[in-house]
């Protein structure tokens, strides 16, 4: 059966009744700060009604593993890098005044006593409110980041095709 | 004074929390009940009647008020979709 004939009027009218605001956000960063921006646009866009997608590549992936996930690759190169790039929402630091964790965890504690959710309840909120998550395949690749290792409920496995095609429609498209 | 249906107490969260509350909030409510959001955050100012802007519910009213010297914002919102 073919699609349904519209007059062209009619058609944008409904096109854009039915096409709610589009929001992409490429999370690059693996910084506390920057990935906290990231949720709260993220949370904040979604609450307002807007179909949010998140798409976390190179450092940023390391929000969407699992804590203290290390490299599932073979070769001794990357498995010595995933050592060093554990992953975890929770163990992201701060771009600045990271301070071997110790600027990183005041800031973490800070942030308690203020009642302010930390990355990882953003995190839920955001999956909560209904934004899609879409890890970098290139990434995944590189790092010997395997599917098993990042948490639940990321919707997509995808690359910069996926991004794009989400994003030409997209109203609100950032790099963070 | 304006009237409300339904009270949200927001008090001591931060942006983007009131927004993320009242957005889950107002989906207990039926058309054209209002909801009063209570914040402490000055943001809300602004950022209420932007939500409402964009989702399509009514904002009805802000009231200021000063509690043990702190400022705390009621907004109105009318669910209106």
């Avoid at chain 1, 059966?1 to 009744?17: N, W």
């Avoid at chain 1, 997608?53 to 996930?69: D, K, P, S, Y």
Wanted: glycine share 10%.
């Amino acid at each position: 059966m073919g699609p349904t004939k519209l007059e062209p009027a009619t058609m944008l009218a409904e096109l854009q009744e039915s096409k709610p605001d589009r929001v992409t956000i490429v999370v690059l960063s693996g910084d506390f700060d920057r990935v906290m921006a990231a949720f709260i646009i993220a949370t904040g866009a979604a609450a307002m009604g807007m179909q949010v997608t998140m798409f976390f590549t190179f450092w940023g992936l390391n929000v969407i593993r699992r804590e203290g996930a290390t490299s599932g690759a073979k070769d001794l190169l990357r498995r010595m890098f995933g050592f060093l790039n554990k992953g975890g929402a929770g163990r992201l630091p701060l771009s600045r005044f990271h301070f071997l964790g110790l600027g990183t965890c005041m800031m973490k504690q800070v942030m308690r006593q203020n009642r302010m959710p930390g990355i990882a309840e953003l995190r839920e909120t955001a999956q909560d409110l209904g934004v899609k998550f879409i890890a970098c395949t290139t990434t995944m690749g590189m790092m010997g980041v395997t599917k098993d290792t990042l948490i639940e409920g990321v919707d997509q496995l995808a690359g910069v095709s996926t991004y794009l095609a989400e994003a030409r429609q997209g109203s609100v498209n950032l790099f963070i | 004074m304006l009237k409300s249906d339904v009270q949200l107490d927001t008090l001591g969260y931060f942006c983007p929390m009131p927004i993320i509350m009242t957005s889950k909030k107002i989906k207990e409510l039926t058309l054209g009940q209002v909801l009063e959001v209570v914040s402490d955050d000055e943001g809300i100012k602004k950022d209420m009647p932007a939500w409402c802007q964009t989702t399509g519910h009514e904002m009805v009213g802000l009231e200021e008020e000063t509690k043990d010297d702190s400022r705390i914002y009621k907004a109105f919102v009318k669910k209106s979709k």
